[in-house]
T-cell receptor, first 114, second 111 residues
Framework: GAVVSQHPSRVICKSGTSVKIECRSLDFQATTMFWYRQFPKKSLMLMATSNEGSKATYEQGVEKDKFLINHASLTLSTLTVTSAHPEDSSFYIC??????????FGPGTRLTVL | RKEVEQDPGPFNVPEGATVAFNCTYSNSASQSFFWYRQDCRKEPKLLMSVYSSGNEDGRFTAQLNRASQYISLLIRDSKLSDSATYLCVVNPGGGAQKLVFGQGTRLTINP
C-alpha cells in the first residue's frame, strides 16, 4: 500500500510552546490530507481536512487558531499546535487520500505537554 | 446517537476460534464502509473494504446490510496475531470524503 510518514514520532514539550508535526505522502500525491486526534482508549476524531493550496476545513469544536494547518504541496501537510497545554497531549495521526479515495495513515505523533 | 457504534468488548477468545464483530451506523446516506485494524499505540491500517454483496479475504469476511445499517466482520481460525482493536469506519458521503470511526472493538486471542 501507499506510504505516509509523520515527523516527529514523539515529542515532549513545555506548556506554552508550539509544536509542528509534518505529514508526508511518500509515493503518491495527495490533494487531501486529514488530521485526527486520539485520546487513550477513545476513537480517532477528525480534527480537520487539509486541502492543497487552500484553507483547511475544521470540524466543529476544533479551534483553527490553536491548530494551524498548512498544505503547501501535494505531498506535505503540517499541523502546528500553538501554545500547547497539557490537555493537548494526545496521539495525532494524519492520513492522505489517494486518487481511488483510499486513506492511508501515518504512524502518528505522540505529543506530551508538561 | 453516535454516527458509528461498536461493542467495545473486550473479546477474549482462544486461538482457532471464530469471532464476529458488529457495527451500526446512523447515516443512511453513507457511501462506503471499511474495517481497520489498530495495534496498541500504532496507526490504523486498512483491513478490508465492505461491499453490499459481502466480501472475503482469507480468514476474514465482511458483510454490509444497508437496510439495517449494519456491518459485520467475521474472523475464522483466529491467530494470536489477530489480537488488536478493530475499527468500523464509515464514509458518510459528501465531497470531503471524510471517515467516521467507531470506538473500536478490542480483541485478544489467547494461546
Amino acid at each position: 500500500g501507499a506510504v505516509v510518514s509523520q515527523h516527529p514520532s514523539r515529542v515532549i514539550c513545555k506548556s506554552g510552546t508550539s509544536v509542528k508535526i509534518e505529514c508526508r505522502s511518500l509515493d503518491f500525491q495527495a490533494t487531501t490530507m486529514f488530521w485526527y486526534r486520539q485520546f487513550p482508549k477513545k476513537s480517532l476524531m477528525l480534527m480537520a481536512t487539509s486541502n492543497e493550496g487552500s484553507k483547511a476545513t475544521y470540524e466543529q469544536g476544533v479551534e483553527k487558531d490553536k491548530f494551524l494547518i498548512n498544505h503547501a504541496s501535494l505531498t506535505l501537510s503540517t499541523l502546528t499546535v500553538t501554545s500547547a497545554h497539557p490537555e493537548d497531549s494526545s496521539f495525532y495521526i494524519c492520513s492522505a487520500r489517494t486518487v481511488t479515495d483510499t486513506q492511508y495513515f501515518g504512524p502518528g505523533t505522540r505529543l506530551t505537554v508538561l | 446517537r453516535k454516527e458509528v457504534e461498536q461493542d467495545p468488548g473486550p473479546f477474549n477468545v482462544p486461538e482457532g476460534a471464530t469471532v464476529a464483530f458488529n457495527c451500526t451506523y446512523s447515516n443512511s446516506a453513507s457511501q462506503s464502509f471499511f474495517w481497520y485494524r489498530q495495534d496498541c499505540r500504532k496507526e490504523p491500517k486498512l483491513l478490508m473494504s465492505v461491499y453490499s454483496s459481502g466480501n472475503e479475504d482469507g480468514r476474514f469476511t465482511a458483510q454490509l446490510n444497508r437496510a439495517s445499517q449494519y456491518i459485520s466482520l467475521l474472523i475464522r481460525d483466529s491467530k494470536l496475531s489477530d489480537s488488536a482493536t478493530y475499527l468500523c469506519v464509515v464514509n458518510p458521503g459528501g465531497g470531503a470524503q471524510k471517515l467516521v470511526f467507531g470506538q473500536g472493538t478490542r480483541l485478544t486471542i489467547n494461546p
